[in-house]
């Protein structure tokens, strides 16, 4: 059974740092894709980046260049380094696993974590 386990959220101020990290258990993570998605408080998950099987990554327009996904298939862990953080950034992050096709759409990843919740905040 395939489980994922967030960590590292917290409270910072902008223009802080944060790496979240993704702990996967039950299976191999190298044949899994990771996508790291948020969620504000009335507003829909949005993906923040993802990363398939042969560390292609990607990531949507605001994230680019500040923030940075990468993956440990020794320790089973997939992390987010978030940088130069800003308000609207504040959300739930989530990781979540997909077999096969890689894709953006968290519709298409069939196991989630519980989150991890980041602030930034003056």
């Known amino acids: 059974q395939l489980q994922l386990a967030e960590s590292g959220g917290g409270l910072v101020q902008p223009g802080d740092s944060l790496r979240l990290s993704c702990a996967v258990s039950g299976v191999y993570l190298h044949y899994y894709n990771i996508g790291w998605f948020r969620q504000a408080p009335g507003k829909e998950r949005e993906e923040v980046s993802t990363i398939n099987t042969r560390d292609m990554t990607h990531y949507a327009d605001s994230m680019k260049g500040r923030f940075t996904i990468s993956r440990d298939n020794s320790k089973n862990t997939a992390y987010l380094q978030m940088n130069s953080l800003k308000p609207e950034d504040t959300a739930i992050y989530y990781c979540?696993?997909?077999?096969?096709?890689?894709?953006?759409?968290?519709?298409?990843?069939?196991?989630w974590g519980q989150g991890t919740q980041v602030t930034v905040s003056s």
């Open positions: 979540a696993a997909s077999y096969g096709t890689w894709s953006n759409d968290p519709d298409k990843y069939e196991w």
